[in-house]
């Protein structure tokens, strides 16, 4: 079992940055791949952002030049970096772990908010 834990979220301006973290119960390189996914109202839950263990990414092309995904070694998180925040990004950014086919983990969510 894996509990996840998101922080970092909040209400920024249109074109502001936030950083999220997500911590791990248990050590991050024993994790096939850790990811960033968001759900906004009414809408299903997608992926923005992902890394496996060997630390190759990928993104969502809504984000791409815009997020980065990282490891804090020292910390055992995963961080999302966001900068030039868009409203459309609003939504609640969950992080997700999977080991092998089927082991699949999630956190409890964070809301972001890009509003003036």
């Known amino acids: 079992q894996v509990q996840l834990v998101e922080s970092g979220g909040g209400l920024v301006q249109p074109g502001g940055s936030l950083r999220l973290s997500c911590a791990a119960s248990?050590?991050?390189?024993?994790?096939?791949?850790m990811a960033w996914y968001r759900q906004a109202p009414g809408k299903q839950r997608v992926l923005v952002a992902r890394?496996?263990?060997?630390?190759?990414?990928n993104y969502a092309d809504s984000v791409k030049g815009r997020f980065t995904i990282s490891r804090d070694n020292a910390k055992n998180t995963v961080d999302l970096q966001m900068n030039s925040l868009k409203p459309e990004d609003t939504a609640v950014y969950y992080c997700?772990?999977?080991?092998?086919?089927?082991?699949?983990?999630w956190g409890q969510g964070t809301q972001v908010t890009v509003s003036s």
């Open positions: 890394m496996t263990v060997g630390g190759n990414t």
């Open positions: 997700n772990a999977q080991i092998g086919a089927v082991e699949k983990y």
């Open positions: 248990t050590n991050i390189f024993s994790i096939d791949f």
